[in-house]
């Protein structure tokens, strides 16, 4: 049971992607425009995530070795292709505006980089947690990431005027170069908290 | 050679299972789809071209055949009437043709009395900045009032020639279904 809670919350920050893993860059890059489209995005990679994993895990004793790589992508292709499907028949505005990077989830080398580096060696209960805590740790850094840039972007807040009248957005930000340095700065605070945290674990 | 067999087996049956899932889901969201095309892209366009009426056009939409495809499938074209008192007074037609990059996607506005109401661009991908200032009011107000037949006569835009015939093949192809259906849409 511990083990299954240490799969789950090592996703949220030891190896939360794409910050710790920094895997995945191009949706991350591409679509946080915005806090919405950023969460839109991660949602539907870890939708992916937790069947590709929970698949890829009940079959890895029938896939032979060989074929190993063609069958986890047909497995992420086909829920990918769901997410496809189902987002352009129920959320058709958010289809929309990711466009090409949802059928792009196959490439995206956190699924692919799960499937073949922890699902295809445990439990399915367990591979369950690994895709629900890293596609959650997705989610929450593309949704942070949209925020920042829509804000600083755009002066919104998930489409709600925030900033003061006088605010000249900085249209920058909406730029994949502003996509690059929101990245930056958020990867270099995070490295500040972990080291601040080694340096008290240090003194005790 | 007993693995061969097996890599051949396993990978055949995961590609089968899933053709056969998706083909489901394919079939589950069909129409939510359509509907959603429909209310995303086609309800702007209608409501555009055509003004005066008091039904609703979407919900009245109908489909008429026009031929067949290769296959010998029947090829349908979805049009959309405005009526004023039950009575047609004018139909939206979507017609299509070659752009800059892929197809142009055009609604048009045909009135009774043979007139083009007005045109909406429903779907292109010409290049940002140049092809794609054929969805500006300056372009397409030109078609409104046009004689409903043959090639439509208007400007195009400097920079943008492969662009503005796209649109205007497209609205041809409209008008070309508009003449042969009239019976059917009026």
């Known amino acids: 049971m511990a083990s299954l809670q240490a799969e789950f919350t090592k996703g949220l920050w030891k190896t939360i992607p794409p910050f710790r893993l920094v895997l995945g860059l191009c949706p991350t890059l591409a679509v946080t425009t915005s806090g919405i489209n950023g969460m839109g995005m991660g949602i539907a990679t870890t939708f992916v995530l937790i069947f590709s994993n929970l698949f890829v895990s009940l079959l890895r004793r029938v896939i032979p070795t060989q074929v190993r790589i063609a069958s986890f992508i047909v497995i992420i ?21 990711l466009g090409i990077f ?51 972007g755009a002066g919104t807040l998930l489409d709600i005027p925030v900033m003061w009248a006088s605010f000249e957005p900085f249209t920058f930000m909406l730029k994949p170069p502003g996509a690059f340095v929101a990245l930056g700065i958020l990867l270099a605070l995070m490295n500040l908290i972990t080291q601040r945290q080694a340096q008290r674990g240090g003194g005790r | ?51 005066g009426y008091d039904n609703d056009p979407i919900l009245d939409r109908k489909r008429i055949v026009i031929g067949t495809d ?16 039950g009575k047609t007074f004018a139909v939206a037609i979507e017609g299509r043709g070659k752009g800059f990059h892929g197809t142009i996607g ?22 940002p900045g140049i092809g794609s200032r054929i969805t500006e009011p300056s372009f397409t107000a030109q078609f409104q009032g046009l004689p409903a037949t043959g090639e439509p006569k208007v400007d195009g835009i400097s920079g943008a ?26």
């Open chain 1, 77 to 97: 292709a086909s829920f990918v292709v769901i997410v496809e499907l189902v987002m352009q028949a129920y959320f058709y505005p958010l289809f929309k505006v």
């Open chain 1, 102 to 152: 949802i059928p792009l989830i196959v490439v995206n080398c956190i699924i692919l980089g799960r499937a073949e580096a922890f699902a295809s060696k445990n439990t399915p209960l367990l591979s369950l947690a690994d895709g629900l805590g890293i596609g959650l740790g997705f989610t929450i850094s593309l949704f942070t990431l949209g925020l920042i840039r829509e804000l600083l």
């Open chain 2, 1 to 51: 050679m007993r693995a061969i067999v097996r890599m051949v087996v396993v990978l055949t049956l995961i590609c089968a299972a899933s053709g056969l899932t998706l083909s489901a889901v394919y079939r589950l969201t069909e129409a939510p789809i359509d509907y959603q095309i429909i209310k995303f892209v086609k309800e702007p366009a209608v409501k555009k071209v055509l003004t």
């Open chain 2, 70 to 85: 290769e296959r010998g499938n029947p090829r349908e074209l979805t049009i959309f009437p405005a009526k004023k008192q």
């Open chain 2, 106 to 127: 055009v609604m048009v506005g045909v009135s009774k009395q043979g007139k083009i109401t007005d045109i909406a661009i429903t779907s292109h991908s010409e290049t």
């Open chain 2, 161 to 186: 020639t492969y662009s503005s015939r796209g649109v205007m093949s497209a609205v041809e192809e409209a008008l070309g279904y508009a003449e042969k259906f009239r019976e059917e849409m009026f």
